[in-house]
C-alpha cells in the first residue's frame, strides 16, 4: 500500500524553470504539513484502518531540470508528516485525536 503524491516543480513557463530551484524547496518544507492535514481530514478512515498511517508515501517532483526531475521515498505516512521540522513534529503527530466537526453521515 502507497501513497503517490505529484508536485509541479518546473515546465511549461519559462518563469517556472527560473523558480524551479526555489518551488522545490518550498515543497519540500510544506510537504509535512500537507500530510498533516491530509490524516486530520480524514481521521475517521484512519481510525477504522491505522494502518494506512504505515503506507509508503512516493513523492514525484516533475520539472525540465533534471537536478529536480526525481521520484523520491519520504517513508510511512507517518514519518513523512513529522519530516523536515523535527521541533514541531511532536505537535502535528498522527496518533493526536480530533473530533470531528459535524456528525457522520447516516447510512441508508
Same mark, same amino acid.
Given at each position: 500500500? @502507497?501513497?503517490? &503524491?505529484?508536485?509541479?516543480? @518546473?515546465? #511549461?513557463?519559462?518563469?517556472? *524553470?527560473?523558480?524551479?530551484?526555489?518551488?522545490?524547496?518550498?515543497?519540500?518544507?510544506?510537504?509535512?504539513?500537507?500530510?498533516?492535514?491530509?490524516?486530520?481530514?480524514?481521521?475517521?478512515?484512519? =481510525?477504522?484502518?491505522?494502518?494506512?498511517? *504505515?503506507?509508503?508515501?512516493? &513523492?514525484?517532483?516533475? @520539472?525540465?531540470?533534471?537536478?529536480?526531475?526525481? &521520484?523520491?521515498?519520504? #517513508?510511512?505516512?507517518?514519518?513523512?508528516?513529522?519530516? #523536515?521540522?523535527?521541533?514541531?513534529?511532536? *505537535? =502535528?503527530?498522527? *496518533? @493526536?485525536? &480530533?473530533?470531528?466537526?459535524?456528525?457522520?453521515?447516516?447510512?441508508?
Amino acid at each position: 500500500m @502507497s501513497l503517490h &503524491v505529484h508536485c509541479h516543480i @518546473s515546465g #511549461g513557463h519559462f518563469v517556472l *524553470d527560473i523558480l524551479a530551484k526555489l518551488r522545490y524547496h518550498i515543497f519540500c518544507r510544506e510537504l509535512p504539513v500537507v500530510l498533516t492535514a491530509f490524516v486530520h481530514g480524514d481521521g475517521g478512515l484512519f =481510525r477504522s484502518f491505522p494502518e494506512l498511517e *504505515d503506507a509508503l508515501v512516493w &513523492v514525484y517532483f516533475h @520539472s525540465n531540470s533534471p537536478e529536480f526531475n526525481r &521520484v523520491e521515498c519520504w #517513508g510511512p505516512l507517518r514519518e513523512a508528516a513529522g519530516r #523536515g521540522r523535527p521541533e514541531e513534529a511532536a *505537535d =502535528r503527530g498522527l *496518533d @493526536s485525536e &480530533v473530533e470531528p466537526m459535524w456528525p457522520a453521515p447516516q447510512q441508508r
